[in-house]
């Protein structure tokens, strides 16, 4: 445990800071600047699984789902002032969607890179990060704010406002508002995933140094 501290450390500053972080809108609402700390999860997951192996990684990743999940609890408790009516910092569909999508990603991330670890450097990085933030965007989106799935009208009826039509991207034609949510938080993803190979590469080369 002891060798993976400074993984799980990362990964619950992660999940903790995202869950701060995604509270504050900015680009009229399309993003949270939680949307550009939250990859940073698959970044500590492939650091650890390259370093220590997919066990260590998968210890990691579980000890942030247990985070993720106190945060989600923190944050149901805390309510906030509306037109005339309360509502919980994190819904109920957001937590589910948010835990499942956590996961199912993050997991699946250890499997492609652990399936790709003996090829060049980057591939299994880049490969298993791509694939993961995929799934967990695709989840974490249509499990908290598709109106495809329904949790009953209380649960559904507190995130209601992620059905209206809005322009695409508030530029293109007009979709659902989460599906805006949904490509610009991919679109995110697939870019810090791109730039996470180099700190990738220096800390994976640091901690073989050290080790």
């Known amino acids: 445990m002891t060798r993976i501290l400074p993984g799980v450390l990362a990964m619950a500053a992660v999940v903790v800071a995202s869950n701060i972080l995604v509270q504050f809108l900015i680009l009229d609402g399309l993003l949270t600047w939680g949307a550009f700390t939250y990859p940073i999860a698959f970044l500590v997951t492939d650091v650890m699984n ?3 192996g997919a066990a260590a990684a998968r210890r990691v990743v579980l000890i942030g789902f247990v985070v993720g999940i106190i945060c989600s609890l923190i944050g149901s408790q805390i309510m906030i002032q509306g037109d005339g009516y309360e509502f919980p910092a994190v819904a109920f569909r957001v937590a589910i969607g948010s835990a499942t999508a956590f996961l199912v990603a993050q997991m699946l991330d250890v499997l492609i890179f652990s399936k790709l670890r003996d090829g060049a450097w980057w591939r299994a990085p880049l490969a298993s990060t791509l694939i993961g933030s995929t799934v967990d965007t695709i989840l974490f989106f249509t499990i908290a704010f598709s109106a495809f799935v329904s949790f009953g009208a209380a649960a559904d009826g507190e995130i209601s406002w992620a059905w209206d039509a809005v322009p695409f ?9 989460w599906v805006s949510l949904a490509v610009a938080d991919w679109a995110v993803k697939v870019t810090i995933a791109l730039i996470a190979l180099v700190p990738f590469r ?10």
């Open 50 to 52: 390259r370093v220590y």
């Open 169 to 177: 991207l508030n530029v293109g034609g007009m979709v659902p508002l």
């Open 202 to 211: 220096l800390i994976v080369g640091r901690m073989q140094q050290t080790a």
